[in-house]
């Protein structure tokens, strides 16, 4: 299958670490934090805390390490894919097993207008990394692809937090573009061989997302205005 792209280009915010948080620089020097930060920094992680715990740091720093390089080439493979491209590289059997069940749902994919976009939100002093705009099933979509070592329907704060990240997203795009997104669409792909498939209205998001992002400012983890 051969995709069509319809790229917009847009300003870009360009991504950077400092003390530990990542930050996007935007075109005019400003800072914003991304919002997977921003909603890791105002959820509960006390679960995350008794799983580290119980199986001990070692082997919990092996498995987030894993999984991220699992989820790192598995977005690799699917970007290549969309942008027409065969992959190059030596990819692990895990994330071309993540690749191949996406598929078929990336064939419900065109018109494609932005692939792994940074975006950012002077409204909102946040930014991030969309893995993809586009129409999905014909309506235009943010379209995040998450693996996942269990399933996610059994993690219902996780997958929250997906759906306001691409709410996030929507917003930044909608401030950049002026273009109107019509649904969030999040593809897990499970290492228990499932894919789940959630289909969303950002609007229904948009208020707690709002109130999460106003909850980090007032921590004092905020924008900066240069480096």
Known sequence: MQFTHHIVQ??????????????????????????TTVLSKTSDMS??????ERIGTDAAEQ???????????THKLCEDYLNNKESNGDFLDIPKNHF????????????????ELP??????????????????????????????????????????????QATAYSLMWKERTGIDIDQIVIIGSEETGDIVE????????????????EEFHKLGTTYRETL
């Open 63 to 73: 498995i987030m390490k894993d999984a991220q390089i699992h989820g790192t080439m």
């Open 119 to 164: 975006l950012f939100s002077d409204e909102f002093k946040i930014a991030g990394t969309c893995d993809c705009i586009a129409e999905y099933n014909g309506d235009l979509s943010i379209i995040d692809f998450k693996t996942s070592r269990s399933r996610l329907m059994e993690h219902y704060d996780k997958v929250q937090k997906y759906f306001m």
């Open 47 to 52: 679960g995350l805390d008794e799983w580290r």
């Open 198 to 213: 959630f289909i969303k209205i950002p609007f229904d998001f948009k208020e707690v997302l709002i109130e999460k992002i």
């Open 100 to 115: 191949e069940k996406l598929k078929p749902y990336l064939h419900k994919m065109n018109n494609i207008q932005g692939i």
């Open 10 to 35: 847009i300003p870009v915010a360009i991504q950077t670490e400092i003390e530990g948080i990542r930050y996007y620089q935007t075109p005019e020097g400003k800072l914003y934090p991304s919002i």
